[in-house]
């Protein structure tokens, strides 16, 4: 004898089962799926927006390094006028003391019928230019500056033996000595 069994039923309520637990899980899956990529998303989002904050912050930081730097370069300039300045307004001052200096020294130094007709200044080199009455005033004169200690590199450069018209004989000399600022304790 042969049964006729009739499993089509039972087969197809196991495969509508497995149908709807396969669109379950697609459901399911497909969920998952949306909130995972949202999320992801959200996550590459903020990140990006970490990113953009740090580079608009490095590009603010650029610029106010950039005007900082022009700022700097324009003092750095100022400074350089101000020490060419400094520096002009220095060798002025030197210039006038030492030319004090040598104003106060010549008196001391010039024996009597000695006269000077000029005097040329070059920086710390002084040159004299004038008449004396004889050689010895001459000697004395190169002798005062040989021992004072504010001139040194003391040289006769010329001497000229005159007579004038009243026959009197005079010699017309140039001198020449650097002056030397003195040392103070």
């Not at 590459?44 to 700022?71: C, M, Y």
């Not at 400074?79 to 060798?91: D, G, K, P, Q, T």
Request: net charge negative.
């Amino acid at each position: 004898m042969q049964l006729n069994i009739n499993l089509l039923p039972w087969r197809e309520r196991q495969r509508q089962m497995q149908i709807r637990r396969f669109l379950l899980i697609l459901f399911v899956v497909s969920v998952v799926a949306v909130f995972s990529i949202a999320g992801v998303s959200r996550y590459l989002q903020s990140q990006l927006d970490i990113q953009q904050g740090r580079v608009d912050q490095l590009t603010s930081w650029d610029s106010k390094l950039g005007q900082q730097q022009a700022q700097l370069s324009a003092l750095e300039k100022e400074i350089e006028e101000l020490n060419s300045e400094f520096a002009a307004l220095r060798s002025l001052d030197s210039r006038r003391y030492l030319t004090a200096l040598l104003v106060s020294l010549l008196p001391s130094v010039l024996p009597n019928d000695i006269y000077l007709e000029q005097i040329h200044t070059t920086g710390r080199q002084v040159r004299l230019h004038g008449n004396a009455s004889s050689t010895e005033q001459l000697s004395m004169l190169l002798a005062q500056l040989e021992r004072t200690p504010i001139a040194e590199s003391v040289a006769m450069q010329s001497v000229l033996h005159h007579q004038s018209q009243s026959q009197q004989n005079y010699q017309v000399f140039t001198l020449t000595f650097e002056l030397v600022e003195p040392e103070y304790d």
